[in-house]
Nanobody, 124 residues
């Protein structure tokens, strides 16, 4: 299984950005995919999750209204939509596959496969 995250870069505060995560080599039916981020010196934090079938999606409360998640089942790609970006959003953003509906979506340990991350830097 490989997850290829892309779309990161340097943006200004207030800008919008869309990250993509393409999954390949997936031969099983996954439960869903999520996005996390990790800033220097901080723990990895959950951002959003979406099931691969059905209509369930969740966004961390503190990020609702600015972040959203969607998917393209045909391309096996999940997207993270980010609006009104702030300097504190600067981090490496990771996507991950959650194969089974165990634990909670915000728990990084509930995900079996991880992408390499893409850097998002928001300047003030």
């Amino acid at each position: 299984v490989q997850l290829q995250a892309s779309g990161g870069g340097l943006v200004q505060a207030g800008d919008s950005l869309r990250l993509s995560c393409a999954a390949s080599g997936v031969t099983f039916t996954m439960y869903g995919m999520g996005w996390f981020r990790q800033a220097p010196g901080k723990e990895r934090e959950a951002i959003a999750f979406i099931t691969w079938t059905g209509g369930l999606s969740q966004v961390e409360d503190s990020m609702k209204g600015r972040f959203g998640i969607s998917r393209d089942n045909v391309k096996k790609t999940v997207f993270l939509h980010m609006y009104s970006l702030k300097p504190e959003d600067t981090a490496v953003y990771y996507c991950a596959i959650r194969e089974w509906p165990r634990s909670t979506w915000t728990n990084a340990g509930a995900y079996e496969y991880w992408g390499q991350g893409t850097q998002v830097t928001v300047s003030s």
